[in-house]
């Protein structure tokens, strides 16, 4: 069985995965209307908010992943 997800869909678990590091300040999101922007912190950063400095790493991957290019400081992705 092949699920397909929609962009709305796929933004949207994005958002879900991010929300306790958007909450902390380890990520922001930035949309316009034609991109959506993710900048992630550095690893201590992510450390000093208590969270596993490792979880920088696994972000940036999970965006790769859902076809996030990095440019300009931050992972973008046309929408």
């Known amino acids: 069985m092949k699920i397909i997800i929609t962009e709305s869909q796929q933004e949207e678990l994005i ?6 590091y ?3 300040g380890c990520v922001s999101i930035r ?9 992630v ?7 000093e908010c208590g ?5 920088a790493t696994k972000i940036k ?3 790769k992943k859902h076809s ?3 440019a300009f400081g931050e992972y973008i ?3």
Not at 15 to 20: C, E, G, I, S, V
Not at 31 to 39: E, F, P, R
Not at 41 to 47: D, G
């Open 41 to 47: 912190e550095s690893p201590s950063y992510f450390e």
């Open 22 to 24: 958007i909450d902390s």
């Open 51 to 55: 969270f596993d400095r490792n979880d």
């Open 61 to 63: 991957n999970m965006l």
């Open 77 to 79: 992705k046309k929408i």
């Open 15 to 20: 958002n879900n995965y991010l929300d306790k």
């Open 68 to 70: 996030f290019q990095y």
């Open 31 to 39: 949309k316009t209307s034609k991109y959506i922007g993710v900048n």
